[in-house]
């Protein structure tokens, strides 16, 4: 592991979802504690999507910003909000120059499949929608998340291309959630790893779908077909259970034709770039902003 970040090991925390509520509020304590950005180079709406129900978004619009993504935050399915994914979204916005529109969408298991997938796919929509009004080129908009909100953007990716939706232009997946089958190696053997391993993964899984059978929307990985997709940026974490699914995406989307970027960082876990003093944090999150920025700016 990164030296750097195997001294606060001991100190991080272990993500427990047996209760949701409680994780809630501990990860709502812990983002407090991570300091936000300067926002005063962009300015910071909330804005509500109307759907059924209505959709809640924080709007991060940079000066003279290029390019919108659709962001969804991470957190199991189970956890997160638009004030926890505050500090991550201010840095893509300052780090890429595009608007960021960061999704409040519904979490589980008060609300399952597809519940948060309906929520991103009615903003990425209404950003298409309401390009003019937004400000925006609607031939530029990206779709993006950390973790299991990556999951929803491959997912939301899919859904567009099924349904012939808003053309969107990249895909900016971070440590994505790809799989429920758990079947890799590193599904397999990651079963102490800081605070993501396979026990933790296995119950965000389960509070997502309950008991409904997984499906390409709900788990990209079982899509048989993945041309026509756009292209994509893929950061993996070594020590992450959800490295190799990650990976194997990234394969089986350039063996479809995709145009794909695939970074696997070395020596560090799943979450560890909220360590914003290890210069490997520092760099994972820059090339993050980089790569939105080369992908919406081309």
């Known amino acids: 592991m990164d030296p750097e970040l195997e001294v606060f090991v001991p100190l991080f925390p272990r993500a427990d979802l047996t209760e949701p509520v409680a994780e809630r509020k501990r990860l709502a304590e812990l983002a407090a504690t991570v300091p936000t950005p300067e926002t005063a180079g962009m300015e910071v709406e909330d804005r509500t999507v109307p759907a059924d129900p209505d ?7 940079p000066h003279q910003a290029h390019g919108t993504i659709v962001w969804l935050h991470g957190g199991a399915w189970v956890t997160g909000d638009l004030d926890t994914d505050r500090p991550w979204a201010t840095r893509l916005a300052e780090g890429s120059g595009a608007v960021v529109i960061s999704v409040g969408y519904r979490l589980a298991p008060e609300d399952r499949f597809p519940a ?7 903003v990425l929509t209404w950003t298409a929608e309401h390009a003019a009004e937004l400000g925006i ?3 530029r908009i990206a779709v993006g998340g950390h973790s299991c909100g990556a999951g929803l953007a491959a997912a939301v990716a899919l859904r567009a291309r099924d349904q012939q939706g808003p053309p969107i232009r990249f895909q900016l997946l971070s440590q994505p959630g790809l799989d429920d089958r758990q079947e890799t190696w590193s599904q397999q053997n990651f079963t102490d790893t800081p605070w993501m391993n ?9 509070h997502y779908l309950g008991s409904t059978p997984a499906t390409p929307y709900a788990a990209p990985a079982r899509a048989t077909d993945l041309s026509g997709l756009p292209p994509a940026y893929i950061a993996t974490a070594e020590f992450d259970p959800l490295r190799d699914e990650g990976i194997a995406y990234a394969l089986r989307l350039m063996q479809a034709g995709v145009s794909v970027e695939l970074h696997q960082w070395p020596g560090t876990f799943h979450g560890s770039q909220a360590i914003l003093s ?3 944090s520092q760099r994972q999150l820059a090339e993050l902003g980089a790569a939105l920025r080369r992908a919406l700016t081309a």
């Open 116 to 122: 948060a997938l309906d929520d991103a796919y009615a």
């Open 137 to 139: 080129d609607p031939e």
């Open 198 to 206: 396979r026990d933790a993964v296995a119950a965000s899984w389960r």
């Open 55 to 61: 959709v809640a978004v924080r709007i991060y619009r």
């Open 278 to 280: 290890a210069q490997v």
